[in-house]
Structure formats: C-alpha cells, structure tokens
C-alpha cells in the first residue's frame, strides 16, 4: 500500500495505491495523521489506483472525515473502482462521502 501526498493551496490530494487491508491500514495510519492536519481544506482520495478497502480502511476514512468536519473542511473520494463503490454502498458510506468520479 502507498500513499502519495500532494498540496497545492487548500487542496490536498492523496493518491492511494494497492489494497487497503489491515496491515496496510496500521502500516499508513501516519499518512492519515499527516492527512488529519489539513483537515481545515478540502482533502481529496483519489481511489484510482486503490484495488480494496477493509473495514480497517474504512476506519482511516471515517476518521479522516470526522475531523474534516470538526475543522470545516471537508473530505471528497475520487474515483473508486465498482468493488469498493459496493462497499461504501453496503456500509452507506455513500452517503457520508462526496464521491466523484
């Protein structure tokens, strides 16, 4: 699993890529931290390059999200794949994320 991060002005985009399992999770739980600091703007991920997501993933996400919405920001998920959209479905992430294509 990696993440690449990128900033441009109240914009940060992180790129995941590989499969978001446990290990993973506990392995990019810092990227996330990271993540949390920019929570005032608007944080993109950019799922393109994601294959899977745990329960565990799901977690960072959901984390992520709360403490966009405790500092006004706001988190946005870019471009998952029709496995991972059946599991937002399934656990209604669908309607926690802005999700765009």
Do not use: H, W
Request: glycine share 6%.
């Amino acid at each position: 699993m990696e993440v690449t991060i990128n900033k441009k002005d109240s914009v940060t985009t992180a790129l995941l890529t590989g499969r978001l399992d446990t290990p993973a999770s506990q392995e990019i739980s810092g990227d996330f931290d990271n993540l949390a600091q920019e929570a005032a703007g608007t944080i993109i991920l950019d799922c393109s390059k994601l294959d899977y997501i745990s329960s565990s993933g799901l977690r960072l996400f959901l984390s992520l999200r709360k403490a966009a919405a405790a500092k006004g920001g706001k988190v946005i998920v870019k471009a998952i794949n029709n496995d991972i959209r059946s599991v937002f479905m399934m656990t209604g992430f669908l309607n926690l994320f802005e999700i765009q294509e």
